[in-house]
C-alpha cells in the first residue's frame, strides 16, 4: 500500500493480462513468421517478391526480405509486430487520462492525495514500461530463433532495432495520451494516436516509391526510426533522438493540459 | 476581496464562488462559512448546483470567479496535501466493475492520507460490506457503502459527501449518522449533500438551501423547524361548518382552512352507527354527544409554528371536539415553500444539467 508511486502500480496490477495477451500475439506472429524465412529459403521468397508489383515492394520495404535481417525487418519491426505495438500503446495511452475521465472514474482519483501531474506521469511511465516490455519479447524470440531459423542478425543490431521500435510505437501512445489529457475524450485521443502512426507509415511509403517523394521521409517518424535499416545498419540516433523527445514533449503537453482545465464536466 | 487568513473557525469558506459552464450559470455568487466541527447540508432540487459546489471544493473544478477556502487554504494551492485531508463520496459512482471491494479500497488507501491497519475492515464491518465480494456483483447500495468507507477511512478533517445516504436502506442510513456523529465528535467537519431535508435533518446542524445556484437560506435545523408549517386537525360534533370555520378562521397564524362534513347529523342516524363513523377511530370515548349533531373535520396549517400552536389550542379548546391532531412541522414542505418564493426571479439562465454535471 506504501509504494512510492502507487499510480503506476495500481496500473501495473490492473492491466497486466492485457500485457500478457498482446504479449501472445507478439510472440504467436514472431514464432510463425521467423520460420519460413528458412524454409521458403532465400530464393523462392525472391521469387514471390519478384512477382509482386513494384510499387507495393517497395511500400512494404519488401525489397530487402531476401536477407534474413531484411526479412524479420519487413515482416515483424517493420509490419505485424508494429502494428501490434503501436495498436497497444494507443489504446493505453487514450485509457490513461481521457478513457478514465469519460468512464467517470478520473474524478474520484483526483479528489485523493495526488497531483494532476502525477497521475499524468505515472500513467505515462505505466505505459512506456509495457511498451518497452513488449519491444523486449520481441527482441528475446528474434535472438532465440535468430540461430535455428539462420537469419543472420548481429545481436547488436537487434538490441538498437528493438530501443527504437519500442521509440516509434511510444509516439503514437504519447500523442493519444496528450489528446485525452486535453480533450478528457477516449475517441479523439485513439484517433489522434492512430493518425500519427498511420500518417507515418503512409509518408514513408509514399516516400519510398521515387526521388520526388522522398522529402516526404523527413515527417515520417517511421522512417526516422527505420529509414537507417537498423537491423542491418543499426540505428540512426538522431532519429531516436528525435522520437523519445517528441515522446517526451507530448508527455509534458499532457500534463499542461490536464492541469489547466476542468475535469469530468 | 480577500477572507481572513488562517481563521482556523472555518473549515470551509466561499466568497462570491461563481461557476459557469459556457453560457450556464451553475453557481451565481455564493457565500457560505461551514464551522469547523459541524455537520453542514446543502440541499437543493436537481440542478441547484451542489454537485458542482462540492468539486470546486476538491479541485477537481476551478471557479469562474471568487473565493474559496477549504481548511484555510485555496484548494488549487492545497492540491494534494489538502485532499489527503479530505474525504470525499462523489454523488454519481464510476467504480472499476472488475476489481474486489478489498482491492479496490486498498487502492484508494495508497492514494489517500494515512489509513490505519484494520480500519477498512472495522467500516465494512459497521456498515456490513463484504469486501471479498467484486464490485460489479455490489447492489447500488452496497456500492455506496464501498464509496463511504473510502471517504471515511483515513479520518479526514473535512468529510464533502454527495448525497450519502442515497440508496442505504434506514438501517444503514442510521449507521451513517452514527459514523456522522463520531467523526464530528472527533473534531471532524462533515459537509453533504441531499436534493431532500429528511436525509440531513437528522444528520446537519445547520443547512443551506441551494436554487439555481444561489443559496435561498442558510439556518439551522431548529431554525427550519420553528418556521415550519404544522398541519392542525379537529373533529367536532354538533357544530355546522360554518360554525367551526368561523371559530378556527380568526386564529394568527391559520391557514388553508378546509372544513368538511364527515357524517351528516340527527336526520340520517340509522347509517351511522355510533363507532363506526369515519373520523373517529381516534377518539376519545367520550361518544356522548355523537348523536347530537353533524361531525364536522377541520385541517388547518399553522405557520410560525411555535407561535401559532397555543392560541389554536386555546381557541378549540371550547369547541366539542371528538379530535384533535397537531403533526411535527413539514420540514420538507418548509423547503418547498422556499424553493417557490424564490421561483418569483427567474434566473436568466437556467443551469441545464447535462452541461452542469451530476447537479
Known amino acids: 500500500m506504501s509504494s512510492s508511486l502507487p499510480l503506476f502500480a495500481k496500473v501495473a496490477r490492473d492491466t497486466w493480462p492485457g500485457l500478457v495477451g498482446w504479449a501472445a500475439a507478439i510472440a504467436g506472429t514472431t514464432l510463425v513468421y521467423l520460420p519460413l524465412h528458412r524454409s521458403f529459403g532465400d530464393a523462392s521468397i525472391a521469387q514471390v517478391i519478384e512477382s509482386m508489383p513494384q510499387a507495393l515492394i517497395k511500400a512494404l520495404n519488401y525489397d530487402l526480405m531476401a536477407s534474413g535481417p531484411g526479412y524479420v525487418q519487413a515482416t515483424i519491426y517493420g509490419l505485424l509486430g508494429f502494428a501490434f505495438l503501436t495498436i497497444a500503446a494507443v489504446g493505453w495511452g487514450g485509457q490513461a487520462v481521457g478513457g478514465d475521465e469519460e468512464a467517470g472514474r478520473l474524478e474520484l482519483t483526483l479528489a485523493h492525495a495526488v497531483s494532476r501531474s502525477r497521475v499524468v506521469l505515472e500513467r505515462a511511465l505505466a505505459m512506456t514500461l509495457k511498451v518497452i516490455i513488449l519491444a523486449g519479447v520481441t527482441l528475446a524470440l528474434v535472438l532465440a530463433l535468430n540461430g535455428p531459423s539462420d537469419l543472420g542478425i548481429d545481436v547488436g543490431n537487434a538490441l538498437e532495432t528493438s530501443v527504437i521500435f519500442a521509440a516509434l510505437a511510444l509516439l503514437p501512445g504519447t500523442m493519444a495520451l496528450c489528446v485525452g489529457a486535453w480533450t478528457g475524450r477516449r475517441v479523439p485521443a485513439l484517433v489522434a494516436g492512430a493518425a500519427v502512426a498511420v500518417l507515418g507509415y503512409t509518408l514513408n511509403a509514399l516516400g519510398n516509391q521515387d526521388d520526388n517523394l522522398e522529402w516526404m521521409h523527413t515527417l515520417s517518424p517511421y522512417h526516422w526510426a527505420y529509414g537507417n535499416q537498423p537491423l542491418i545498419n543499426g540505428v540512426d540516433w538522431g532519429g531516436f533522438a528525435l522520437l523519445a523527445g517528441l515522446s517526451a514533449l507530448l508527455v509534458a503537453l499532457a500534463v499542461v493540459g490536464l492541469n489547466r482545465r476542468d475535469v469530468s464536466v | ?359
Open chain 2, 1 to 359: 476581496m480577500t477572507l481572513p487568513t488562517s481563521s482556523g473557525d472555518y473549515a470551509v469558506e466561499t466568497r462570491g464562488l461563481v461557476k459557469r459552464f459556457g453560457r450556464t450559470v451553475a453557481l451565481a455568487g455564493i457565500d457560505l462559512a461551514i464551522p469547523t466541527g459541524c455537520v453542514f447540508g446543502v440541499i437543493g432540487p436537481n440542478g441547484a448546483g451542489k454537485t458542482t459546489l462540492m468539486r470546486l471544493l476538491l479541485d477537481i473544478i476551478r471557479p469562474t470567479s471568487g473565493e474559496i477556502r477549504v481548511l484555510d487554504v485555496s484548494p488549487r494551492a492545497g492540491g494534494s496535501d489538502l485532499r489527503s485531508r479530505i474525504g470525499f463520496l462523489p454523488g454519481e459512482l464510476h467504480l472499476q466493475s472488475g476489481l474486489t471491494a478489498r482491492r479496490l479500497l486498498n487502492d484508494f488507501a495508497s492514494i489517500s492520507g494515512p489509513v490505519e491497519p484494520g480500519r477498512i475492515d472495522e467500516l465494512a464491518a459497521t456498515l456490513g460490506l463484504d469486501l471479498d465480494e467484486r464490485v460489479r456483483r455490489l447492489s447500488k447500495g452496497n456500492k455506496q457503502k464501498l464509496s463511504l468507507i473510502q471517504a471515511f477511512m483515513h479520518r479526514p478533517r473535512l468529510l464533502v459527501l454527495d448525497e450519502p445516504t442515497s440508496g442505504l436502506d434506514p438501517l444503514v442510513q442510521q449507521q451513517f449518522q452514527a459514523m456522522a456523529r463520531e467523526a464530528t465528535a472527533n473534531g471532524q467537519t462533515i459537509f453533504l449533500s441531499s436534493h431532500v431535508l429528511s436525509e440531513v435533518q437528522d444528520a446537519a446542524d445547520s443547512v443551506a438551501i441551494l436554487r439555481q445556484g444561489s443559496v435561498v437560506k442558510t439556518a439551522t435545523v431548529a431554525e427550519l423547524r420553528e418556521s415550519a408549517v404544522r398541519h392542525a386537525r379537529i373533529v367536532t360534533v354538533g357544530l355546522s361548518e360554518t360554525e367551526v370555520a368561523l371559530r378556527v378562521a380568526g386564529i394568527p397564524g391559520v391557514g388553508r382552512l378546509d372544513t368538511r362534513r364527515l357524517s351528516p347529523g340527527p336526520e340520517t342516524r340509522p347509517e351511522t352507527r355510533p363507532g363506526t363513523r369515519p373520523g373517529t377511530g381516534a377518539g376519545t370515548g367520550a361518544e356522548t354527544g355523537a348523536e347530537t349533531g353533524p361531525v364536522i373535520e377541520c385541517r388547518a396549517t399553522l405557520s410560525g409554528a411555535v407561535g401559532a400552536v397555543g392560541p389554536f389550542v386555546a381557541a378549540v379548546a371550547g369547541l366539542p371536539l371528538q379530535d384533535l391532531v397537531i403533526e411535527e412541522p413539514n420540514l420538507e414542505e418548509a423547503v418547498l415553500t422556499l424553493y417557490a418564493e424564490s421561483d418569483t426571479e427567474p434566473p436568466t439562465e437556467p443551469p441545464t444539467s447535462d452541461r452542469a454535471g451530476h447537479v
